[in-house]
């Protein structure tokens, strides 16, 4: 009986020890898994947040080139109609001080042909 009792005793005393050893395994893992997990989603989080800014950025960026750009058409578009009106006025004036030379050369050649 005392023999019975020890393998009795050994196989339960063992299985209880395996079965700490499980839980123990067990315990470690699912810590170690549910830090993975976290680890996951600060990652994941921190990637979509990078995303995220990186396009507000572009976005940004995008918007401050089109105002510059369009600041730079302006001033093209100030100085072609500045320059413009220069040139006009410059041919406006050549031809006016050309129509007062032959009306002058005019006025003087009926005035000798007058009597």
Do not use: M
């Not at 339960?12 to 315990?27: C, F, G, L, N, V």
């Not at 800014?53 to 093209?76: F, P």
């Amino acid at each position: 009986a005392a023999l019975r009792l020890q393998r009795v005793w050994r196989g339960w005393s063992t299985r209880q020890d395996i079965r700490k050893e499980i839980a123990a395994t067990a315990h470690s893992n699912a810590t170690r898994l549910q830090a993975l997990f976290r680890r996951y989603q600060v990652e994941s989080r921190f990637s979509r947040r990078s995303a995220v800014a990186c396009k507000i950025q572009t976005r940004w960026r995008g918007c401050i080139a089109r105002q510059i750009a369009a600041r730079r058409l302006d001033a093209a578009r100030r100085l072609t109609r500045v320059t413009l009106g220069c040139l006009i006025l410059r041919r406006y004036q050549r031809s006016r001080e050309a129509t007062l030379q032959i009306q002058a050369h005019a006025r003087g050649f009926l005035a000798r042909c007058r009597p």
